[in-house]
Nanobody
């Protein structure tokens, strides 16, 4: 089992910044990548950013150039720096622990979810 604990998020004005962190514990060896997803009211959940243990990253198009995902393998922690926030970034954000890319990044565990509200 992998446990994930998120911190960060909150309320910010448009144009502002927020930073998330997600600390993993438990069966760390099962984690081959970490990601952040978000779900806005009335919308489907979408992948925001993903980082593999090797440091390869992927971003959803709307956040490219504004969000940065990074990881600290020694601390088993992944971060999401969100800059130039827009109202449409308002959503609940979830940290996710993933298995290997070769089998399509299966989800091992979800964080508790953290609300981000961007006021326009």
């Amino acid at each position: 089992q992998v446990q994930l604990v998120e911190s960060g998020g909150g309320l910010v004005q448009a144009g502002g910044s927020l930073r998330f962190s997600c600390a993993a514990s438990g069966s760390i060896s099962r984690i081959k990548a970490m990601a952040w997803e978000r779900q806005a009211p009335g919308k489907q959940r979408e992948l925001v950013a993903r980082i593999t243990n090797g440091g390869s990253t992927n971003y959803e198009d709307s956040v490219k150039g504004r969000f940065t995902i990074s990881g600290d393998n020694a601390k088993n922690t992944v971060y999401l720096q969100m800059n130039s926030l827009k109202h449409e970034d308002t959503a609940v954000y979830y940290c996710i622990a993933l298995g290997p890319a070769q089998v399509g990044f299966p989800v091992h565990s979800w964080g508790q979810g953290t609300q981000v509200t961007v006021s326009s």
